[in-house]
């Protein structure tokens, strides 16, 4: 792909098509969805939501490649998710929850370079996804 790296997004939870999530309208009206892609890491249920983490011996996180629609839009697009997910510290909500940083993705036979949302708090006593799909996750727990 010719795209450059850094207009491209990778997203495991609430932004993944299957959520049917409000986020979701969001990212399909401003990104463009290039497949199923999987990520070294690990997946926590946080009850509410699922968080990832660079860590695992050998495990990947599922999820989905966006690639921005108009280039020009990446800064604004960028910095709403950015506010969604909670990146910024403030005084009124407390410590950043997310940091974004760039990842090797695989999709298909090819490993591209996006950003990802990793958690930045405590995982400590959290169920692991151990499969690395929380929307499989769920139907299995929600059964």
Do not use: C
């Amino acid at each position: 792909m010719a795209t450059p790296a850094t207009h491209l997004l990778f997203v495991y939870g609430s932004l993944r098509s299957g959520f049917h999530h409000p986020a979701y309208q969001y990212i399909s009206r401003y990104f463009l969805p290039l497949g199923s892609a999987r990520v070294k890491g690990t997946l926590y249920d946080m009850g509410d939501y699922p968080v990832a983490l660079p860590e695992g011996s050998g495990t990947y996180i599922v999820g989905e490649l966006y690639q921005i629609k108009h280039t020009d839009e990446w800064d604004w697009a960028i910095a709403q998710l950015d506010d969604y997910e909670g990146v910024q510290a403030d005084e009124e909500d407390g410590p950043a929850l997310y940091e974004r940083s760039l990842v090797a993705v695989e999709i298909g036979e090819t490993t591209e370079t996006a950003w990802i949302y990793w958690y930045a708090g405590e995982v400590n006593g959290r169920p692991i996804v151990t499969s690395g799909d929380v929307l499989e996750y769920l139907q299995r727990k929600n059964q």
